[in-house]
């Protein structure tokens, strides 16, 4: 035994238990050196992998190393109640005995089966915490608003560790032990409300987004339709649809211009936030890769002082900037209303459009709460002022009204649009005006664009039976559905379309 083991251990390690621990230890030790291997090797990686090596495989080795001082323990107890020495000799087991051939089967079988067992239902138990459902509705209840918000997503076949895992064991063990503090928060009822954003130490858009969404392949410019209603008593409707300029006019151009020019391989967006929640920028520089020009944009209104900007690490510009909302899009009152009454689910009775505003324009303790005043106040103002309108359609407008509610704002979690800023556009958020403001300046007198052409061309606008359309893709000159004069020019659009109700 002494020349199998040539260091010297103590007298105790020499037991069964002991040297089961170091076996099992051994193997998995092994096995996880082979799969870190092998990854290299093959140059893969994923998830699974991760899993196995460096999740359960270390669990087994740690079970084993934990048996080997237990079984020291033991041997040593069982030495000082006989009052003898702790035995050195290996265990003797001799197949030739019937009895020893029988444990033996049975501890070989059952530990085959148990650690076969333990491989299938660790397996399994990975897949259904990295579930949508296990995110959004069993352990995470708190993310409630999240998931009903994700459902009703442009993004809602793509499970949520797509984005906020993504592929490799490191992101995946790092969103574990995150994770086990969000446990923590939920059982002890300490959490945020509501959640704050944007997330820290997101992954980078390269490793999620680009997965599905290649930067250097987008698509030409997209066409886009809206429809929207007026708060008059005929609810007014008014179409517009849009050229988005996304990309070149040419998909040969690829990003020369466009709105995804900001991702140009070529170019380097950087900006300083006044704080985290990004909303505003007042310092940016853009910066040409290729010729190494660079300009520094900062607001003339409200600059930053220069002791900020020299402490500061400016942040580079990706994907995550504008689609800051990708899958968790919370839509103002007026949106939702708009779509609900474009698709028929709230009738297009008298003056929907102007009481649904007035009835949604205050917060509510709780969504029950809310159902009541939009029932009780929709019931009776039609009983009062229309009362040729049916019952049954009121009934239907309430249910329209209360579903757009429950998809958008969710009073008990503090969520809502007024919170969660989607940074796409330019009509409810300030988004694209952050820094397309005419207030960012260079040195040398610059501006960075406030031009609507260079996003967009409007191809028609107007109401029903008076509409507008533009020839080929030259743009309309915008038309503001209700006649401000042009004050639309001189203010942000966020002045009006996010604190009023139209």
Known sequence: MRKIFPM????????????????????????????ILLSFMFDEGSSYLGL???????AIMVVGLILIPIGMMRAVRKAKKTNEPVS???MVIDFNNPRYRNAASVFVIGTVIFLLLTAVGSYEAYHYTESVEFCGQVCHRVMKP????????????????????????????KSKLSGLYQVYAVLADNYPRPIPTPIRNLRPAKETCEECHWPEKFYTPRMQFERHYLSDSLNTQWDIQLLIKTNSQYSASNLAEGIHWHINPDVRIEYIAEDESREVLPWVRSINLATGDTIVYEDSWVPLDSAVIANSTPRVMDCM???NRPSHNYMLPQQFVDAGMASGTIPLLPEIK????????????????????????????????YPEVSPEEVDKAIEGIYDG??????????????VYSDHIGHIEYNGCFRCHNDTHL?????????????????LMQGTPDNVQYSTGTESLPFQHPVDIDEVWKESLCTDCHRYLYL
């Open 8 to 35: 010297k251990l103590p007298h105790s390690y020499y037991n069964p238990l002991s040297l089961v621990g170091t076996i099992i230890s051994g193997l998995a030790l092994l096995l996880i050196i082979l799969s």
């Open 146 to 173: 999240e998931y009903i918000t994700y459902m009703n997503s442009s993004h809602a076949r793509v499970a949520c560790v797509e984005c906020h895992v993504g592929q490799g064991a490191n992101w995946y063990v």
């Open 321 to 323: 900037d504008c689609h």
């Open 405 to 418: 509610y429950l998809r958008n704002i969710f009073p008990e979690m503090q969520a809502s649009w007024d």
């Open 354 to 385: 102007r009481i649904s505003m007035e009835i949604l324009k205050d917060p509510y303790p709780t969504s029950d709460s809310a159902l009541v005043v939009i029932k009780s106040q929709l019931q009776s103002f039609y009983v009062a002022n």
């Open 88 to 90: 050195t000799k290996w």
């Open 442 to 458: 260079s040195i040398n007198n610059e501006k960075i664009t406030r031009d609507c052409d260079a996003c967009h061309s409007i």
């Open 52 to 58: 196995f090596s460096f999740i359960l495989l270390p």
